[in-house]
């Protein structure tokens, strides 16, 4: 019988990690040489970012092409599974550009870092905190540390008192500017430095001390306008701000309408080394605040164009982390072309923006499934064993007869090969 009790598994090698996992699930030898096949990430550079390797795991970097951000060209590498995001993205931006492509707009790289405390006069322990801190601000300020040098720090202070069912916690926020790192590092590191403090000053405990990534002091705007009779007249623009009311309505269709976002957003995060899952629970619990809506807003000009705005928390680095170690991850970003997690943050809100437009004028003109399905199609070839020019033909073929299944595929490729 199968046991995941595994003592002494961290300590193994990645190959000898693998043997041990290959014998408790029979996985073959074509199997294992697959787990320990390397592109840019070496095995000796995994085993040093995260714990228990035992191989790396490939996903396909695109590039989506036409965007214009604030009058410069940008090519965006994009790593991502499902097909037709990086499609998507690269003509939402080319009908941006009819009318100059994207404006864009960031804050201050500010994240929140929270101190949570259980204190007995929670009132008289917020005035405490406020009347010291320019004090908390410099004792967060002490530490040794390249951000700190480059102008970051602690900014500001906020105190709230929060009422939970096991009573009231005060809870502390620290308004840090991490400059261009993502910055969770540093914001825990200045978390668990200032809590003996504020312990000390208000004669409580402290409870938590670590970042939030509901970071709303560190936002991303984008702004486009689409030429209505580039996009398809009239009926579209309409269209799509009656698919745009749908979404604010409806929570079951908001949900799906940002996760498009997040498509492109979280896609370009990925091929830069950022962590893609603290951007998605920034994103959708923001657009959550007043109620869940969407992240982009539509209009219509005086003239009948379309104004689409997006506005998002972005927590993002251009250097730091999984960022300065994973080569591929640095790769990208001198495909990008950035030097700052602003620059970095203005791209991500552009190709939000352009993921969206994409996708509802594809579903309120010939339906989202024709372009999918016919990418989707390549995939299921290879599924059903299809080889380099093979894949093409089965994709078209199943494509042109609407029947895209793996035992059509199957079949198709029998007949190519005359068995």
Known sequence: MMTSRLPGFYKLTVTE?????????????????????????????????????????????GIATNFLIDGKDYLIPMVIEEPSVVA???????????????????????????????????????????????????????IDSTIIKLGGGCKDLKV????????????????????DAMGANFVNTVCEKVAPLIEKLTGGKAILRILSNLCVYRMAYAKAVFDKDKIGGEEVVDKILDAYAIAKADPFRCATHNKGIMNGVCAVAMATGNDYRALEAAAHFYSAINGYKPLTRYERTNNGDLIGVIELPVSVGSVGGT???????????????VKTSSELSRILAAVGLAQNFAALRALVTEGIQKGHMRLHAKTIAIMAGAKDDEIDIVANEMVKSGKIRLEFAKEIIKKIRGV
């Open 17 to 61: 990690r693998l043997e041990k996992i290959a014998e408790i699930c029979k996985l073959d030898e074509n199997e294992q040489s697959l787990i320990l096949k390397t592109g840019g990430l070496s095995l000796d550079l995994a085993n040093r970012m995260i714990e228990n390797v035992i191989g790396t795991f490939e996903l396909p970097i």
């Open 88 to 142: 998507a993205a690269s003509n939402g931006a080319k009908m941006a550009r009819f009318k100059g492509g994207f404006e864009t707009n960031v804050t201050d790289p500010i994240m929140i870092g929270q101190i949570h405390l259980k204190v007995e006069n929670p009132e008289s322990a917020k005035f405490e905190i406020l009347r010291n801190k320019d004090e908390i601000i410099r004792n967060a300020n002490d």
């Open 160 to 179: 709230r008192v929060l009422e939970t069912e096991r009573g009231k916690v005060l809870t502390v926020h620290l308004l840090i500017d991490v400059r």
């Open 323 to 337: 960022i300065s170690a994973n080569p591929l991850a640095r790769i990208c970003l001198k495909i990008l072309g």
